[in-house]
């Protein structure tokens, strides 16, 4: 079957450096999407990866591993508006979103 | 985990028909549930909020009478496009939650329609 894991959730502290990590299994793959989410609101896109390696996006970076059907989400200098859930989404080969259940993150002064 | 259904996952119409896409929730019982279109590599857009038994809450610049939402039981809601349009060819996604504003949403695979 098709399935996502992705950590429940994660506490950091304000200013340092967190990574979320995201396991995939799907019947082709055509991507893997990073949002965030802050309560009440929709998801934000952060990033798509589809080739192996890390891409860099000002604080944020996404790295991917097709052949190890992994992923995670690179966040440095930590700030407050950081808390949020983060959600990671493998698109399959109908182009179909598998969707995690999304990482609580939780920033502490 | 929570499990949300789509049906369709595609569908092509022509210009001027309408268009009916199933959210589901299978596994509990979605008090809310939400409808997002996506364009590619972009954030998702919220079109509108739907409670079971009462009507949508729309987002500003979405037309409630062409996009006809109906969330008719606790595990259902759909999204009919009326008269659509190549212009409303997209991704669109449902999300459902069970219970308060804090519980979590679950995401559905998505519906890709193309209007010819």
């Known amino acids: 079957g098709q399935n996502i894991d992705q950590p429940t959730e994660m506490t950091a502290t304000e200013g340092a450096i967190v990574q979320i990590n995201c396991t995939y299994q799907?019947?082709?793959?055509?991507?893997l999407f990073w949002y965030q989410q802050h309560a009440g609101e929709a998801p934000t896109f952060l990033s798509y990866?589809?080739l192996d390696g890390l891409e860099e996006k000002g604080r944020f970076s996404s790295f991917l591993s097709r052949s190890k059907g992994y992923s995670y989400l690179l966040l440095k200098e930590l700030q407050m508006k950081d808390s949020a859930s983060y959600l990671c989404?493998?698109?399959?080969?109908?182009?179909?979103?598998?969707w995690g259940a999304g990482t609580k993150l939780i920033i502490k002064p | 985990g929570a499990v949300v259904s789509q049906h369709p996952s595609w569908v092509i119409c022509k210009s001027g028909t309408s268009v009916k896409i199933e959210c589901r929730s299978l596994?509990?019982?979605?008090?809310?549930m939400f409808w997002y279109r996506q364009f590619p590599k972009q954030s998702l857009m919220l079109m509108a909020t739907s409670n079971e038994g009462s009507k949508a809450t729309y987002e500003q610049g979405v037309e409630k009478d062409k996009f006809l939402i109906n969330h008719a039981s606790l595990t259902l809601s759909t999204l009919t496009v009326t008269s659509a349009h190549p212009e409303d060819s997209s991704f669109y996604i449902c999300?459902?939650?069970?219970?308060?504003?804090?519980?979590?949403?679950?995401f559905g695979p998505g519906t890709r329609l193309l209007v010819l």
């Open positions: 596994d509990f019982q979605a008090t809310t």
């Open positions: 799907t019947s082709g793959f055509n991507g």
């Open positions: 999300s459902a939650r069970e219970g308060t504003a804090e519980e979590t949403q679950y």
């Open positions: 989404a493998a698109m399959d080969s109908n182009y179909q979103l598998i």
């Open positions: 990866n589809v």
